[in-house]
T-cell receptor
Framework: QQQVKQSPQSLIVQKGGISIINCAYENTAFDYFPWYQQFPGKGPALLIAIRPDVSEKKEGRFTISFNKSAKQFSLHIMDSQPGDSATYFC?????????????????FGTGTRLAVRP | NAGVTQTPKFQVLKTGQSMTLQCAQDMNHEYMSWYRQDPGMGLRLIHYSVGAGITDQGEVPNGYNVSRSTTEDFPLRLLSAAPSQTSVYFCASSYFPATSASSYEQYFGPGTRLTVT
């Protein structure tokens, strides 16, 4: 059972364009929504994350938009650069703050391979 | 800080062989986990641990064992390798319990690419 659905599977964008990747989740108990970036041959690394108390978070060229009622969140990469070419994963976890053995497990989307053409 | 380290980087096994993938972290993180990454499947949680002596199953635990005798180390054992276990394996760690926004971040190792023939 896939709890996080990510689209598109792959994306080609011209340099300077906007890249948009979408994720939808099912469990309303989730309260942490990160995006991870993975370059070939490397492990994923946290790019940006949002909590549901805000609808948008921006860090440089990267923005998360969050729609709690629709249970969707998206990553926008403004002014996309060839160096942004990587695989992007959305993820969810929660509810947080519980002191039990389940921890704060992340559930990942299936990934989006982004290629930014020069 | 070395962060999260994994060994080996590459491994080829024959069906039925056993082996241990090593994972270590030097950030004093309580939470450690193992994922496998397969094309089109994203990252799937195999096993996780919230501290020394405590482990639990994730989404795809069959065929794998873990133990957590120290905070630093979290080895993953393949009991009898099968071709279906051909994958890239990632170990990750984070603070637990998370007490601030920054402490939710999971730090991933560089991965082990395993091929079972």
């Amino acid at each position: 059972q896939q709890q996080v659905k990510q689209s598109p599977q792959s994306l080609i964008v011209q340099k300077g364009g906007i890249s948009i990747i979408n994720c939808a989740y099912e469990n309303t108990a989730f309260d942490y929504f990160p995006w991870y970036q993975q370059f070939p041959g490397k492990g994923p690394a946290l790019l940006i994350a949002i909590r549901p108390d805000v609808s948008e978070k921006k860090e440089g060229r990267f923005t998360i938009s969050f729609n709690k009622s629709a249970k969707q969140f998206s990553l926008h990469i403004m002014d996309s650069q060839p160096g942004d070419s990587a695989t992007y994963f959305c993820a969810t976890s929660g509810p947080s703050g519980r002191h039990e053995s389940s921890g704060d497990k992340l559930t990942f989307g299936t990934g989006t391979r982004l290629a930014v053409r020069p | 800080n070395a962060g999260v380290t994994q060994t080996p980087k590459f491994q080829v096994l024959k069906t039925g062989q056993s082996m241990t993938l090593q994972c270590a972290q030097d950030m004093n993180h309580e939470y450690m986990s193992w994922y496998r990454q397969d094309p089109g499947m994203g990252l799937r949680l195999i096993h996780y641990s919230v501290g020394a002596g405590i482990t639990d199953q994730g989404e795809v635990p069959n065929g794998y064992n873990v133990s957590r005798s120290t905070t630093e180390d979290f080895p993953l054992r393949l009991l009898s390798a099968a071709p279906s276990q051909t994958s890239v394996y990632f170990c990750a760690s984070s603070y637990f319990p998370a007490t601030s926004a920054s402490s939710y971040e999971q730090y991933f190792g560089p991965g082990t690419r395993l091929t079972v023939t």
